[in-house]
């Protein structure tokens, strides 16, 4: 008879493309295990190696098709590395060290949520909220969206929206909601500390929530349209950090 082998987890997590594993390198919050790549080298190689460390325990040489099975895409740039998890903050943040963060409702596909968190780094944010309920997780997709840059970002996961928003108050955040009937943004006078709320992709922010903070708008075209998440995201972010730094 036939013995069965034993699956064993192997604790960490995966990270492909070369910028996510870059900045990864970078940040030096996570211990790199392992690489894997093709010969020849990919030509993402030639970005990456100067950040390799010269202590790696392990690169191994595969083919295209495996990492394309690794990483269950094609969108590897021939690299993909096992790291350590990532670490979330254990509580929500505190004005005093975080002035500027932003909390995310319910946003549900990993590239909206890399490309905001990669509009976060760039506008300043020092603290990013997720929702653990009803949320897209931060997989390797959006660590790969966001350019790698939400690895120098602190996240903290809240159990639900509820509890988010709940926690924001009570630290004292300014909580602005991005809605489609709000103020103008560029009008507004904000303060700090600041908190941005943005809502899921189709629905936006949960009704419940809205009357705990203040409603802003991006002005459009049409009543009938509307960006998309991450592109209000962005704009907003930036208007908010403009404002809060005048």
């Not at 590395?81 to 004005?95: H, I, L």
């Not at 975080?98 to 409702?105: A, Q």
Request: contains cysteine; hydrophobic residues 40%.
């Amino acid at each position: 008879m036939k013995k069965t082998e034993k699956k064993v987890d192997r604790p960490g997590e995966m990270l492909y493309g070369a910028h996510a594993i870059i900045e990864m390198l970078k940040a030096k919050r996570r211990k790199l295990v392992s690489l894997y790549t093709t010969k020849p080298y990919p030509r993402a190689w030639i970005r990456l190696q100067p950040h390799i460390p010269k202590s790696v325990p392990n690169i191994q040489y595969v083919t295209k098709d495996v990492l394309d099975r690794m990483s269950n895409n094609a969108e590897h740039m021939g690299v993909i590395a096992w790291v350590s998890p990532f670490k979330f903050a254990s509580k929500m943040f505190t004005p005093e060290k975080y002035p500027f963060i932003l909390l995310l409702d319910s946003i549900q596909d990993v590239r909206n949520l890399g490309a905001i968190l990669r509009s976060a780094y760039c506008t300043g944010v020092t603290g990013v909220v997720l929702c653990k309920s009803l949320s897209a997780p931060l997989t390797a997709a959006a660590i790969k969206a966001s350019a790698g840059l939400s690895e120098h970002l602190d996240i903290y996961v809240a159990a639900s929206m509820s509890q988010a928003v709940l926690e924001a108050k009570k630290a004292g955040y300014n909580l602005y909601m991005a809605v489609l009937n709000g103020a103008n943004a560029s009008t507004i006078s904000y303060q700090k500390p600041a908190c941005l709320v943005i809502g899921n992709e189709a629905t936006g922010i949960q009704p419940s929530m809205r009357k705990e903070g203040t409603l802003i708008t991006l002005p459009q075209r049409t009543p009938d349209i509307s960006y998309n998440a991450s592109v209000a995201a962005g704009i907003l972010l930036y208007v908010i950090s403009q404002k809060i730094a005048e």
